[in-house]
């Protein structure tokens, strides 16, 4: 990975922090995509764990993100830290596997902007893994089956505190 292109990525922090301009946020074709497949190098399918695609991670995401509760600073750093990230590498989605799992290895380990951006992608992943699937992710229960998890009863019947 060559110098310029972490710091092309990491000056793109710059402006995403210092910034008080309100930019209407979407979700584009190429932002959902990249998401995706960050996702599935993250969250692998192994043989006792779904992967990020099986379990929901992407629909969990994009179903959240989008309601009014969703905090704004983790909705900016999701979909700027995609878009920042689709433009300091736009082939990133023709790579083979090990060449996209190089590339996440090495911005962990060297811009704190990336790992920011990737520790919530994470999180809201782990969320998904294991919320309840009235959320928009946990497909068919899939998390709870592989980590062995009793379901807690009384469940949720309605999301976000709506009344019943």
Known sequence: MKRRVFIKFASASTLLFSSNIVIAKSINKDTLAV????YEILFP???TM???KEFGALEFL??????KSFDDY?????LD???DFHSTFPNFLNLKNKEKKQIIEDIINSNDYAQSWLSKLI???LEALLSDPLYGGNKKQLGWKSVNHKIGYPRPKLT???KI
């Open 160 to 162: 976000y505190g709506q």
């Open 35 to 38: 998401l995706d497949e960050v």
């Open 50 to 52: 779904p992967s990020s």
């Open 123 to 125: 999180y809201y992943a």
């Open 74 to 78: 983790d909705k900016n750093l999701v």
């Open 45 to 47: 399918k192994t043989n």
């Open 62 to 67: 994009v179903k959240n993100i989008s309601h």
């Open 81 to 83: 830290g995609t878009k």
